[in-house]
Structures are given as structure tokens and as C-alpha cells.
């Protein structure tokens, strides 16, 4: 676990009030309350669109009055020992004094709560209220009261709703459209107390913001207070009904307080809001880590019966995530471990990472588990190998990883050899892992450690890897410190470093893809619209039409009806050719034998003509003519395609293409917007990547020109929206350098 940092921070006391109301038992109920600074949220002006008519920003809601209300009412209110709203009620009164809100007990059966005075109704409040705490097993009678006083904010803790199936989520969709009616923001349902948990305020330095769909998933991070960690606040969004993960992230990314943002989410509301919210947080350079459940088959079942959402294709969760910066992680562990990370590190000077250690074993061990997660450990030059081995006896490996052998820390040889790593420019974070308490050289190494990371702006990390967690070196020096990263595990610190030097590394090239959407459409739109027919697929002539609407290239092609003219247009495309039977139907045309190759002379086509017509009868597929098409040897052979997903809509797929895309399912994804270098990113993370390049002699394919049709393609998908359903261009023969590419096939469905 990262280190600490201690300190003040003073709070505002006002007198505390409450407000409740009729009472029943919630789902569940945990807590939070947040000391920060006012300020930060505010409301979007006019909202900018795409050409799909979706917003380009997110509007950030402006949530200070419901993490620092001025008063709270608590509908429901009890003090009768053993029932379940008279707990939630007292520890909301105890955090109400907390942050200073007046709070109002409601309930009419009582007229007094805990000693403060209880009004029978939400109409009987004595003040505007900024949020009101909803303790009964039915909302939406309640909302409906709270909107004709004009309260801001709303908590519903109670269950059976979206997440018990169609009942629930009709019941649901109600409470919805009441909260919209009624022009309240309601957190909920299905929620509980995280938001008013009792945060440490002894605590400064920039704090984690915490998002979660299951509070008790949020408790690993919460308790990394206890090891000096500040945290600032805590979202437990339940069904989001209303306030979803994208609203929560969209406010932490303006909040000054907030160094990182952690989060475990089950299923997004909303796709788009989430990215537009990512977005936000990446042009305002403000780390997001989450756990994100469903990647399997299992998972997402029970994600989905948890909180009735949809969780959405997992690669397509992954890529929306990468293209947006937020940093995805599997585990509660490493969620604490590299939030940390990210919020107090400071940018770093250099990518270069080098291993220290007293053992050799342990310097090696490392060293290979950290290269093989990409990081990079450069070699010290021979000047800084002599200068460390002024300390380290010359049999001993200094060149990174750097052994010590073990008895120079032990005395004032230590800190010079830590100064001298330090030192070198090539080096930007320095990692000694222990892997076990040693006293007194592993207490003298952790101490020098402690004071070099005070006299340097490098990142330095130490892994304790004691299991028993109780020696003064690791509790008193290593967490007293708040500029050694302290971790308990290889791995967790691999992770953490990774994600550290991949976050700054994006956000200091970081152009928002959705600043380059299209606003209008195209010519090409209007020209692809006219071909489209709706609940149709469409036969591979008319979407070729609609490729080279857009502009992308594929064979010279002529359609005929006749084996003569099939004759005439072979002598005009050029030979060899191909034959492809065309129609509405055929998705599949080489399975049924209806496409024919290397056709050279006018005998071939009239053959090939009367063979692919007899089949078509046969097989009882109507046919809107035969292709006659230029054949197209030699290049590499690629996918390229759009699809539409649940949750982020169309999406747009590369990869290798022909045979090999059902093989090998080498494919990426990517989520528009997104501009060139995302898309040559997309290329990069193919494993067939090299086959780009040119391999057993083969020219360097025309990558300029397989990023232009990703790009086109992309436009298409966005201009184009709910009218195309899916296209696949497969293959697209990519040329080679600068002789571009060509979509030899294609199929397009119209829903």
C-alpha cells in the first residue's frame, strides 16, 4: 500500500438539523461525509452536438449541495431502538453536524426524533431543504412531494427495482420520469450510506474520489485512509435511476481537491456519458482507475442481475476505456494500489525505471517481470557504474538492475548510492524491492530511501514484502512518508508504474476526439442515404455504392444480368477477372460456390455466368445480377467494419481480414469519435501488426491509406447512425506503399 501524508484540514461548523417521514426499511445502508472546499461544479451552457444530434460535452452537475448541504431532511426518521431506519437516522445526524446542515426529522407518527423536532409531512418543513434522505420502502409517492418544495438532491436506499428483473425495472422507469418531472437529482435506488461515511480530515495532499456500484466493494479504498491516504468522497450510485458514474466522474474531474478518481462499476447507464465524462477528466489531467466487472460470460450475468444494467461487449468496454485514458485494473488491490499512485505522484522526468536491491535474485526477479509488462529499465552508463562501484564491491551487477550485495546500506554508503541512481537523467522512478524485513539493514535502507525521495522530484517506490506488516520499517517509516510509493506485491507495483507513466504519458498528448466530430453531414451522407433500404441487407453492389459514397476505393466492377454482356464487361474491367453472384441475401457467397477467380478469356466468363446463375436457382437466392470485378493479387488482406453496441452504439472494427478474421480473430475495436492517431494506435495493438510492414519479402503496405478508409468508415458510421446497423468490408486488399487500398467485398444491413 502507498505511503501517507498527515495534516489539517479545518471544516465550517454549523448547527446540524434534520428531516424524516413515514417509516420502512431500506435495502442497505453504509455512510460518507466529505470535508472539501466549496466550488467546482458548474452547469453547461448551450450543448454543442454531433452530427447524430449526441452531445459533444459533458455537463458537469453542479453536486456541492449534496455532498455539503446547508440542510438535510430526513423522510422516515425513527429513534425506536431496534428498527432499521432509527440506525440510518442517527448516524445521519451525526454527520450532518459533521459538515455543518441543519437537519429535519419527517414522519408523522412522531414529534420529536432523537430531540430534534419532527414535522409531519415534507410540505410541513420549515426551510428549503438542499437534500432529502429518503428512509421509506416506496419513493415515488415522496418524490412527487419534494418536488412541489423545490428540494435539490435526493437519496432512495430502497430495493426491488431494476435490479429484481422486468417488474422491478418498469417500477424503476416510473421513479425516473417522476425525478425528471419534479427537477430534483436523485442518487438511487438501491443505494446506501457511502455518501455519508465519517471521512479523516488529519489528512492533506490530493485525495481519491471514490465511485461505486456496490458499496461494499468501495471498502478496500476507504480504509486506505488508515494507512494516510486521503480520500474526499464517495459515490454509491445503486440502479442509477438518475445520477449516474458518469456524473460523479464528470464533478470529481473539476474538484481542485482530487488527484485521482477510483471506481468499481458493474454496468454503465449510458455509454456516451461515460466517455463524455472520461473526456472531461482527461483534458483536465485527472487519473481515473476503475474495475470494470463482466469480462466474462459469468460475470456479466451477474453484474446485469445486480444492478439491471447492461454491461456491454467487453472489448468494446476496453477500447472505450483505453481510447479515453481511464486505466483498468481487475482487482480491488491493484483499484487501491495505482489510484494512489496516480494521485500523489508528481509528473515524472523520465520513463527510464531502475531496480535496487540488496539481492541479486531479487534485482533479477523483478527486472524481468517489470520488462515484461513493458516498462524500461535502461542501462547505466559506464560512468555511473564506476561512480556506484565506489560503493559496491566490483563483482557485483551494477549496470540496472543495481545489486548491493547487501552490507552498504547498512551504513552511510546507502544514501550515496541511492543519490547516485537518482542522479543519472536516464532515470525517472527508482524501485528497491525488500522482499523481507532484514533489521537493521532493511530499517536503514528503508529510512535512506524516506530521505532521498524528500531531496528528489523522481518517483520513488518500495515493495514491502513482509507478509506480517507490522515492522516499524514498514509502518512508521515506509507509510509515515509521503513520497515513497509503498506497495505490498511485485505485481501490484509493476501495475501501478505502468499505469503512472501510460496516464501522463496520454494526457500530455491528449486531444479531445470529440472537439473534431462532425457537426453536419457530408455530401457522402446525403448521397448514402438516398442507397439505403430500410430492414434490408444490402447485396454487395449496392454497398460497394455506398463505400464509394464516401469516398472508398474498390475494384472497377460492372453489374450485368447476361452472359454476354458479362463478356463485354470483362473486356472493359481488364483481365483476369472475377465473378461474384450479387444479391440481398448473400452474406456468404464463397461457401454456396458463387464467387469465381482468375477468369481469363470471354469462354471462362460465359461458363462462369451459367454456373453461378444455375447455383442461385438451386439454392433459391434471388439475385440482382453477377459482378463482373478486377482482380486485385497482391497486398495484405484486412477487415474493416462497423457494428452497434448496447451501451456506446456504432463502433468500428479493424483487423486481418479474409479467412483469417474467423481463424484468428485478430481484431480491434474502437468507439467514435476518434481521430488518426487512435486509429493507428487500433493498428498497433493487432498481433498481426507486422504483417503491415512487410514481412518474407513482402512490400510495406499503404498504411496511410488503410488509416484513411478506418477514418471514412468511421464518418459513415457516425453520419449514418441508427440507418446502418452493421458494415463489413472484407477483405480490403491494403496495397502496397502508396498505391492505397480496395474493398473487394462488402455487406451492409439497413435495420
Not at 194 to 211: M, Q, S, V
Not at 461 to 466: A, D, F, Q
Request: glycine share 10%; proline share 7%.
Amino acid at each position: 500500500m502507498l505511503g501517507s501524508t498527515h495534516g489539517t484540514l479545518t471544516t465550517h461548523s454549523r448547527p446540524a438539523r434534520v428531516v424524516a417521514c413515514g417509516e420502512q426499511p431500506p435495502h442497505t445502508v453504509h455512510g460518507m461525509s466529505e470535508p472539501h472546499r466549496d466550488g467546482g461544479g458548474q452547469s453547461a451552457g448551450p450543448v454543442d452536438r454531433d452530427v447524430s444530434g449526441r452531445p459533444l460535452h459533458a455537463p458537469v452537475p453542479d453536486l456541492d449541495r449534496f455532498f455539503r448541504p446547508e440542510s438535510v431532511a430526513v423522510i422516515g426518521a425513527s429513534d425506536s431502538e431496534g428498527r432499521p431506519n432509527t440506525g440510518i437516522t442517527r448516524q445521519l445526524i451525526a454527520w450532518a453536524e459533521r459538515v455543518g446542515a441543519r437537519l429535519h426529522p419527517v414522519n408523522p407518527g412522531r414529534t420529536q426524533v432523537f430531540g430534534l423536532p419532527c414535522h409531519a409531512s415534507v410540505a410541513a418543513l420549515p426551510e428549503p431543504v438542499d437534500l432529502a434522505v429518503l428512509l421509506v420502502g416506496d419513493p415515488l409517492p415522496v418524490i412527487e412531494q419534494l418536488a412541489e418544495t423545490k428540494v435539490k438532491f435526493a437519496v432512495a436506499f430502497a430495493s426491488g427495482f431494476a435490479e429484481t428483473g422486468e417488474r422491478g425495472a418498469a417500477a424503476q422507469e416510473r421513479l425516473a420520469e417522476a425525478v425528471a418531472r419534479s427537477g430534483l437529482r436523485l442518487l438511487g435506488p438501491n443505494t446506501n450510506l457511502n455518501a455519508f461515511e465519517k471521512f479523516r480530515t488529519d489528512l492533506d495532499g490530493p485525495a481519491i474520489a471514490l465511485i461505486t456500484q456496490s458499496g461494499h466493494q468501495g471498502r478496500p479504498v476507504f480504509s486506505l485512509q488508515e494507512l494516510g491516504i486521503r480520500l474526499s468522497h464517495w459515490a454509491p450510485t445503486g440502479n442509477e435511476a438518475d445520477l449516474e458514474t458518469a456524473d460523479f466522474l464528470s464533478y470529481f474531474a473539476t474538484r481542485p481537491e482530487v488527484g485521482a478518481v477510483a471506481a468499481y462499476v458493474e454496468g454503465l447507464k449510458d455509454g456516451r456519458s461515460f466517455l463524455l465524462a472520461a473526456d472531461r477528466a482527461a483534458r483536465n489531467k485527472v487519473p481515473v482507475v476503475a474495475v470494470k466487472v463482466g469480462r466474462t460470460e459469468t460475470g456479466a450475468r451477474t453484474a446485469a442481475s445486480h444492478t439491471g444494467k447492461l454491461t456491454g461487449a467487453d472489448e468494446v468496454v476496453d477500447a472505450a476505456m483505453r481510447q479515453f485514458g481511464v486505466i483498468r485494473v481487475d482487482g480491488l488491490d491493484e483499484l487501491q494500489d495505482t489510484a494512489t499512485l496516480l494521485a500523489r505522484a508528481r509528473k515524472p522526468t523520465a520513463e527510464g525505471v531502475a531496480v535496487y536491491s540488496i539481492s541479486g535474485g531479487t534485482g533479477a526477479h523483478f527486472s524481468d517481470l517489470a520488462t515484461a509488462a513493458g516498462l524500461r529499465l535502461p542501462t547505466l552508463g559506464a560512468a555511473k557504474q564506476a561512480e556506484l562501484h565506489q560503493w559496491i564491491p566490483e563483482y557485483l551487477h551494477v549496470a540496472n538492475p543495481v545489486d548491493n550485495g547487501g552490507h552498504p546500506v547498512g551504513d552511510w554508503r546507502g544514501r550515496k548510492i541511492l543519490d547516485a541512481i537518482l542522479a543519472d537523467p536516464s532515470i525517472g522512478i527508482l524501485i528497491c524491492p525488500i522482499t523481507g524485513p532484514f533489521p537493521p539493514m532493511s530499517d536503514k535502507l528503508a529510512q535512506d530511501l524516506v530521505d532521498a525521495a524528500e531531496q528528489t522530484d523522481k518517483l520513488v517506490c518500495v515493495v514491502w514484502g513482509s507478509p506480517v506488516g507490522t515492522e516499524d520499517a514498514y509502518r512508521r517509516t515506509l507509510l509515515g512518508s509521503s513520497r515513497v510509493a509503498t506497495f505490498r506485491t511485485f505485481a501490484n507495483c509493476i501495475t501501478a508504474v505502468r499505469a503512472y507513466l501510460d496516464h501522463h504519458r496520454f494526457v500530455a498528448g491528449y486531444r479531445s476526439p470529440f472537439d473534431d466530430a462532425p457537426r453536419v453531414l457530408s455530401p457522402s451522407a446525403r448521397k448514402a442515404q438516398a442507397l439505403m433500404r430500410p430492414g434490408q441487407q444490402l447485396s454487395e453492389h449496392a454497398a460497394k455504392q455506398l463505400l464509394r459514397a464516401y469516398g472508398i476505393r474498390v475494384p472497377r466492377e460492372q453489374l450485368v444480368t447476361s452472359a454476354a454482356a458479362a463478356v463485354r464487361a470483362a473486356s472493359l474491367v481488364g483481365y483476369p477477372v472475377v465473378m461474384k453472384a450479387s444479391g440481398p441475401q448473400l452474406a456468404h457467397k464463397t461457401e454456396l460456390g458463387l464467387v469465381k477467380v482468375q477468369l481469363t478469356s470471354a469462354s471462362q466468363v460465359r461458363d462462369a455466368y451459367r454456373e453461378l446463375t444455375d447455383i442461385a436457382r438451386y439454392e433459391d437466392v434471388p439475385l440482382d445480377g453477377v459482378l463482373v470485378c478486377q482482380m486485385i493479387e497482391r497486398g495484405v488482406e484486412m477487415v474493416v467494419g462497423v457494428t452497434r453496441d448496447s451501451l456506446f452504439g456504432p463502433t468500428v472494427t479493424v483487423g486481418l481480414g479474409g479467412v483469417l478474421v474467423e481463424v484468428l480473430r485478430d481484431v480491434v475495436v474502437g468507439v467514435p469519435p476518434f481521430g488518426e492517431d487512435q486509429a493507428r494506435a487500433m493498428l498497433d495493438e493487432l498481433r498481426g501488426r507486422a504483417l503491415l510492414d512487410g514481412v518474407r519479402g513482402a512490400p510495406p503496405a499503404d498504411l496511410d491509406a488503410l488509416v484513411e478508409v478506418v477514418l471514412r468508415v468511421q464518418r459513415m458510421a457516425l453520419e449514418l447512425g441508427d440507418d446502418l446497423s452493421e458494415l463489413d468490408i472484407n477483405p480490403l486488399v491494403v496495397l502496397p506503399r502508396g498505391q492505397g487500398a480496395v474493398a473487394l467485398d462488402a455487406l451492409a444491413v439497413c435495420p
